[in-house]
């Protein structure tokens, strides 16, 4: 018997989110029936931690699906595995955004991972749409640091939140 992936979760830190994040996300919905954004805590990421912390970039994640108009997906913290939250909201895959041969090198390692953890979830990679191949969370927060604009990279939501965050420190 044949069964297939109805629910996949798209993790990752949205540290923030992106419109390429976002694309990644729309184009997920319409090839998967149920998609949940799951974000990582990711307290060390990088040995720096994250600039916003976890329930600012939830928010803004719901922000800016509300803002495309993306309501039917679920958006939930996580700490621990990615399996085991994916055990948690039943989801049978995981969907992964790529931009780069390098992007491919990490996940793929990250994939096998999963795979022999739990072979039962199934890894999707999809492919970054031309226009957001060079986007990244890093360089969106590079960008607000150094004062120049990043509308055109994020929603208008996460736009005024960097600005705020930025403006104060």
């Known amino acids: 018997m044949r069964s297939s992936v109805t629910h996949v979760v798209l993790p990752g830190t949205y540290d923030p989110v992106t419109l ?4 990644v996300i729309s184009r997920s919905n319409r090839l998967f029936e149920h998609v949940t954004v799951g974000v990582a805590a990711s307290r060390s990421k990088r040995g720096v931690g994250t600039a916003f912390s976890l329930d600012e970039r939830v928010e803004m994640i719901r922000e800016s699906l509300d803002e495309r108009g993306l309501v039917d997906v679920d958006v939930l913290p996580f700490e621990g595995l990615l399996v085991d939250f994916c055990r948690r909201v039943d989801a049978g895959g995981v969907v992964k955004g790529l931009r780069a041969m390098t992007d491919f090198e990490f996940e793929l390692q990250q994939a096998d991972l999963n795979a022999h953890l739990a072979p ?18 890093s360089i969106v927060r590079e960008l607000a640091s150094l004062g120049s604009s990043v509308d055109g990279l994020v929603t208008t939501c996460v736009a005024q939140r960097l ?7």
């Open 120 to 137: 039962e979830l199934e890894s999707v990679f999809v492919m970054a749409s031309p226009e957001y191949g060079y986007l990244s969370s």
């Open 163 to 169: 600005r705020e965050r930025y403006r104060e420190g």
């Open 20 to 23: 390429g994040h976002l694309d």
